[in-house]
């Protein structure tokens, strides 16, 4: 499975992205998906997951009522819709796709949210 991420970008606070996540290979819909941010000097932190079949999702408190993490099997993409952006939410994302024995990742999107 390749991922790529896209839909970062140059936001003031307050605003929306949406990043998506294009898989291609195969199996895409028996793989549960996370998006994951790394800030400058920090560790990578989980911010959103769902579950293969989009019946379970988790968020990090960071972003519980903001961030949206969402998946369309019928076209191998994750979305995370990010709205009320903060400066903190300064990171580069990563889609991640997993299940038993597999663990893939994107190689990142830069989101900036700055005035």
């Known amino acids: 499975v390749q991922l790529v991420e896209s839909g970062g970008g140059l936001v003031q606070p307050g605003g929306s992205l949406n990043l998506s996540c294009a898989a291609s290979?195969?199996?895409?819909?028996?793989?549960?998906m996370r998006w994951h941010r790394q800030a400058p000097g920090k560790e990578r932190e989980l911010v959103a997951l769902?579950?293969?079949?989009?019946?379970?999702?988790e968020y990090a408190e960071s972003v519980k009522g903001r961030f949206t993490i969402s998946r369309d099997n019928a076209k191998n993409t994750v979305y995370l819709q990010m709205n009320s952006l903060k400066s903190e939410d300064t990171a580069v994302y990563f889609c991640?796709?997993?299940?038993?024995?597999?663990?893939?990742w994107g190689q990142g999107t830069q989101v900036i949210v700055s005035s």
């Open positions: 991640n796709a997993f299940r038993v024995g597999k663990d893939y």
């Open positions: 290979g195969s199996s895409f819909s028996s793989y549960a």
């Open positions: 769902m579950s293969s079949h989009g019946s379970i999702t």
